[in-house]
């Protein structure tokens, strides 16, 4: 016996016996079939839907991720620029902070009183030291104190203002007042420099 008139066979014995069947049983088979189609259908689309929602769930995540990483690769190359340009600035300063302050005032006419304390590191990562030096004026002219002062704020080394004590050390009447006056300064430099 063939293939093909085995399959025959099968097919009008089949045909006979839903010719034979009764029409509820009939009916009740082919909603049985229909809804394990439908079943099937949807249980395939629920797969996709599911493998699709997670796939788009995980494609926001990337793209949250690459915003993220875009704005902070700018604030993290802004503040590499800042940092590099603070850096170039104090390579490119005059290290010698206290001899720059003592010749500024002997260019004014007065002697001057430099002590630099010892430098210590900042506490962040820049690779800088700080160094407090305090500058001390003993009977200077009030015009010359405000022009040293001046003079200070011009230098190109990073150096910062922390404290200033002004005493008037004549009549107030005097029409060239003198002052006695003691300077806190910051400074700032590359821990490779050495210098004060």
């Known amino acids: 016996m063939s293939d093909s008139?085995?399959?025959?066979?099968?097919?009008?014995?089949?045909?006979?016996?839903?010719?034979?069947?009764?029409?509820?049983?009939?009916?009740?088979?082919?909603?049985?079939?229909?809804?394990?189609?439908?079943?099937?259908?949807?249980?395939?689309?629920?797969?996709?839907?599911?493998?699709?929602?997670?796939?788009?769930?995980?494609?926001?995540?990337?793209?949250?991720?690459?915003?993220?990483?875009?704005?902070?690769?700018?604030?993290?190359?802004?503040?590499?620029?800042?940092?590099?340009?603070?850096?170039?600035?104090?390579?490119?300063?005059d290290p010698k902070v206290v001899s720059k302050l003592t010749s500024i005032a002997s260019g004014l006419?007065?002697?001057?009183?430099?002590?630099?304390?010892?430098?210590?590191?900042?506490?962040?990562?820049?690779g800088t030291e700080e160094q407090e030096i305090v500058v001390s004026l003993k009977n200077v002219e009030y015009g010359k104190v405000m022009q040293y002062l001046i003079e200070i704020s011009r230098l190109d080394t990073p150096i910062y203002m922390r404290q200033l004590n002004l005493t008037r050390n004549s009549a107030l009447t005097s029409s060239d007042t003198k002052m006695n006056v003691t300077v806190t300064l910051l400074s700032y430099r590359l821990k490779e420099q050495n210098a004060t």
Not at 24 to 42: A, C
């Open 5 to 93: 008139s085995m399959g025959g066979n099968l097919t009008k014995m089949f045909a006979d016996s839903w010719e034979q069947m009764p029409s509820s049983k009939r009916l009740l088979i082919v909603v049985s079939l229909v809804v394990i189609l439908i079943l099937g259908v949807y249980t395939v689309f629920n797969s996709v839907n599911q493998k699709l929602n997670k796939t788009i769930a995980e494609t926001e995540n990337y793209r949250k991720s690459l915003n993220y990483i875009a704005e902070n690769q700018y604030l993290y190359k802004l503040n590499h620029a800042k940092k590099e340009a603070m850096r170039q600035k104090l390579i490119a300063a």
């Open 109 to 126: 006419g007065f002697d001057v009183s430099v002590s630099p304390s010892d430098p210590h590191k900042t506490n962040d990562d820049s």
